[in-house]
């Protein structure tokens, strides 16, 4: 069967849901349509896309497949319905002139991420149109499509599938570029309402988070960020946390590392329900990157909150509590005791301070630890 039968049956057959096999059709289609090289950029416009292409597009909407970014489409089904048509359009997808074409204007801040369009350039495309509602629905829903990075090869690519929120080179540059030119592209007095709406959001975006700090940053408005940093710092990504705290004087970076919540934690949300957080143990209840932030900015008062932490838990685990439930990990001492070690001598008073506590043996192995760089 060819491709524009094989297509017409499937427009014909599609359910709600899909049927497995309707999706692996869809799939088949991607690489027989679009091809298989790998073609993530520049991102695919409406208007070059020929019929076959246009009516699988459409299909894609309804049906979730794997790799669509691969070829230059939106990766997500909601963006490629937006993207094709079948869906109501916004003020970002206001078209304006830039680099010689008329995109939309996600799109164009899409291609300063992806470093396909000039920063400077862009900005003074759209400095004669009214953006401000654009610029606020980018910010405040922040299209999967726009903010992920694309790997610069198939090979990356295929790795940056179970790494995607790392800190790659090529990952942690678009997400530095795409905060840049949304910062930079802020009208007047946009971050602040922005903000209200992130703020009011069921599930806010980290990333939104950063690039509204950064922006109420740069109009003085310290006070506004306040509430927002703990959002921004939840990003996986160490690159950005760090460009987020190099916005702060350096005194009060040690404060904000705490504002940290730990990424594998939060994603599952049954880890800390019913429990109290302000002991801070459960902060250590993933096995990994649990002290990323800290072990690069070790402090008194990180090390007393850790502290705090670990004893709570070993209060729990000797009361059972922990064992009751399978919901609590044990506690990841190899990330706990690397903190130890980056503080060293710094940490060694609090340690000593907390021997023969709830959790001394814990306490024997980071003093082990910490002494070791002192005596270096």
Request: proline share 7%; with cysteine.
């Amino acid at each position: 069967m060819d491709v524009e039968s094989t297509l017409t049956a499937l427009e014909a057959s599609l359910g709600d849901p899909p049927a497995a096999e309707d999706v692996k059709t869809a799939q088949n289609l991607v690489w027989q349509v679009f091809g298989k090289e790998y073609r993530p950029l520049p991102l695919r416009t409406k208007a070059e896309l020929s019929d076959t292409e246009l009516r699988l597009a459409r299909v894609l909407a309804k049906v979730r497949v794997s790799a669509t970014s691969y070829v230059g489409l939106p990766a997500l089904r909601e963006d490629i319905a937006r993207f094709v048509g079948d869906a109501p359009s916004g003020p970002a997808d206001l078209e304006i002139e830039v680099g010689g074409a008329s995109v939309p204007y996600w799109m164009a801040i899409a291609h300063v991420a992806h470093g396909l369009l000039d920063e400077r350039t862009t900005l003074d495309a759209i400095a004669n149109t009214e953006t401000a509602a654009a610029w606020h629905e980018v910010v405040t829903t922040f299209p999967y499509s726009l903010w992920q990075p694309l790997a610069p090869d198939a090979d990356s690519y295929k790795k940056g599938i179970a790494v995607r929120q790392g800190d790659e080179a090529w990952a942690l540059e678009h997400r530095l570029r795409l905060v840049s030119m949304l910062v930079r592209a802020c009208p007047p007095d946009a971050a602040a309402q922005a903000a209200d709406a992130l703020l009011a959001a069921s599930n806010p975006s980290p990333l939104s988070a950063a690039v509204l700090v950064e922006a109420l940053l740069a109009t003085d408005l310290d006070a506004r960020t306040v509430p927002l940093l703990p959002i921004a710092l939840r990003h996986p990504s160490l690159g950005l946390c760090e460009h987020v705290l190099s916005l702060f004087p350096e005194e009060r970076r040690a404060e904000l590392v705490l504002l940290r919540p730990i990424y594998a934690a939060a994603n599952r949300g049954d880890v800390i329900r019913g429990k109290t957080v302000e002991h801070g143990w459960v902060q250590f209840v993933t096995p990994r990157d649990c002290t990323d932030l800290a072990q690069r900015h070790p402090s008194p008062q990180i090390t007393e909150h850790i502290l705090r932490g670990i004893e709570r838990h070993a209060e729990l685990a000797a009361s059972g509590e922990l064992k009751a439930s399978r919901r609590f990990a044990p506690l990841p001492e190899k990330s706990l005791l690397a903190y130890f070690q980056a503080a060293g001598a710094e940490a060694v008073p609090e340690l000593e301070a907390a021997q023969g506590g709830a959790a001394a043996d814990f306490v024997a192995k980071a003093l082990k630890k910490a002494r070791r760089k002192k005596s270096k």
